[in-house]
T-cell receptor, first 112, second 114 residues
Framework: KQEVTQIPAALSVPEGENLVLNCSFTDSAIYNLQWFRQDPGKGLTSLLLIQSSQREQTSGRLNASLDKSSGRSTLYIAASQPGDSATYLC???????????FGSGTKLNVKP | EAGVTQFPSHSVIEKGQTVTLRCDPISGHDNLYWYRRVMGKEIKFLLHFVKESKQDESGMPNNRFLAERTGGTYSTLKVQPAELEDSGVYFCATTQTTPYNEQFFGPGTRLTVL
């Protein structure tokens, strides 16, 4: 069974700071990993999807990496803005299991 | 293109009553998933449809939960009878049938059982 852990549970930073969110998983037989953001009372918005054959993916100010050997993924946010404030979730899919295992999320607050 | 939609957005019911949640997938998405997030816990998988067939229902908590997907289009999740511990947010997600399987989530249904 895949266990997904996200550290820290909460993070508060001043606007403009670069930051890294961490996601670790126990099963290295990971097929892909997806990062989401969730705003209060809303659904999940897909940010980036990394396949096991890739090491990183970029979208705008976001960069996600995947290291299967160490069981880690990171989401790098450059030049953070107050609009980035949300809960960020990572979810990993294991080979032969067509479902995602979620972490508990990191609640990010970017202060103006 | 319309995203995944869910109805209702909120539902408050008494213990012992029945509730039916609905999910309408993105057009052309054969894979449909139900997930649930209970207070303070991570989002957990309930079940997976491929078109109208249940592919994996290993996450369904018990036989009070019944999911259907009529004609491979929309899906319903019925809870009967509801218990207090069923309270939480129920999410639906869909993907195309490709090797990449990026999941697109609906806004969720918040269920409160009193």
């Amino acid at each position: 069974k895949q266990e997904v852990t996200q550290i820290p549970a909460a993070l508060s930073v001043p606007e403009g700071e670069n930051l890294v969110l961490n996601c670790s998983f126990t099963d290295s037989a990971i097929y892909n990993l997806q990062w989401f953001r969730q705003d209060p009372g809303k659904g999940l918005t897909s940010l980036l999807l990394i396949q096991s054959s890739q090491r990183e993916q970029t979208s705008g100010r976001l960069n996600a990496s995947l290291d299967k050997s160490s069981g880690r993924s990171t989401l790098y946010i450059a030049a953070s803005q107050p609009g980035d404030s949300a809960t960020y979730l990572c979810a990993g899919r294991v080979y032969n299991f067509n479902k995602f295992y979620f972490g508990s999320g990191t609640k990010l607050n970017v202060k103006p | 293109e319309a995203g995944v939609t869910q109805f209702p957005s909120h539902s408050v019911i008494e213990k012992g009553q029945t509730v039916t949640l609905r999910c309408d997938p993105i057009s052309g998405h054969d894979n449909l998933y139900w997930y649930r997030r209970v207070m303070g816990k991570e989002i957990k998988f309930l079940l997976h449809f491929v078109k109208e067939s249940k592919q994996d229902e290993s996450g369904m908590p018990n036989n009070r939960f019944l999911a259907e997907r009529t004609g491979g289009t929309y899906s319903t999740l019925k809870v009967q009878p509801a218990e207090l511990e069923d309270s939480g947010v129920y999410f639906c997600a869909t993907t195309q049938t490709t090797p990449y399987n990026e999941q697109f989530f609906g806004p969720g249904t918040r269920l409160t059982v009193l």
